[in-house]
């Protein structure tokens, strides 16, 4: 099984930097997604990280550590549009035949900017 | 190419009525997902499919039926429906490899009254 945690809500102003933390308890590890939903909409893909460190793209990066079950979003210069609830989504090795990776989503981040 | 459709995007349904989501892909995806979305519970997995005629139980299985009689098409069945289930539904889908993210429909809003 799995247990994923994020923070329920944060607000940051904009133009500054937030960061989003995950942290996950899994076996058998591979991979963790961040996905961006705005109310009402579907999920949106944002990051994936399967090695240590740092993965940038653009205004947003992820970081993961595996040794701790650690992950992070880091959002810069943040903008209204950026409001929205942020995903974290950790894959393991499913009990399926074939090797199935299965993501299991944590409760999700609302972040909220104001100006 | 339309990526991920769901029909139908709302619905309102009795206790004890019955009903079909579908859900389409047209980005030949081996692996799809159905999930439901509550306020303060995040996305849970209700069923998945690895293949075509291949599904399996996710989180939250009771009161829920699926089929993947052909690879694009994932159809999720409600035999008696239950206040409880009122949610927001998601289909997703993905590819086989590792970093193959999922890709999702615009989602159903179903209430059961």
């Known amino acids: 099984g799995q247990n994923i945690d994020q923070p329920t809500e944060m607000t940051a102003t904009e133009g500054a930097i937030v960061q989003i933390n995950c942290t996950y308890q899994t076996s058998g590890f591979n991979g963790l997604f961040w996905y961006q939903q705005h109310a009402g909409e579907a999920p949106t893909f944002l990051s994936y990280n399967v090695l240590d460190g740092l993965e940038e793209k653009g205004r947003f990066s992820s970081f993961l550590s595996r040794s701790k079950g650690y992950s992070y979003l880091l959002l810069k210069e943040l903008q209204m549009k950026d409001s929205a609830s942020y995903l974290c989504?950790?894959?393991?090795?499913?009990?399926?035949?074939?090797?199935?990776?299965?993501?299991?989503f944590g409760r999700g981040t609302s972040l909220i900017v104001h100006p | 190419n339309a990526g991920v459709t769901q029909t139908p995007k709302f619905r309102v349904l009795k206790t004890g009525q019955s009903m079909t989501l579908l859900c389409a892909q047209d980005m030949n995806h081996e692996y799809m997902y159905w999930y439901r979305q509550d306020p303060g519970m995040g996305l849970r997995l209700i069923h998945y499919s690895v293949g075509e005629g291949t599904t399996a139980k996710g989180e939250v299985p009771d009161g829920y039926n699926v089929s993947r009689l052909k690879k694009q098409n994932f159809l999720l069945g409600l035999e008696s429906a239950a206040p409880s289930q009122t949610s927001v539904y998601f289909c997703?889908?993905?590819?086989?490899?590792?970093?193959?993210?999922?890709?999702f429909g615009q989602g159903t809003r179903l209430t059961v009254v």
């Open positions: 989504a950790v894959r393991d090795q499913g009990v399926v035949a074939g090797g199935s990776y299965i993501p299991t």
């Open positions: 997703a889908s993905s590819g086989r490899g590792m970093n193959t993210e999922a890709f």
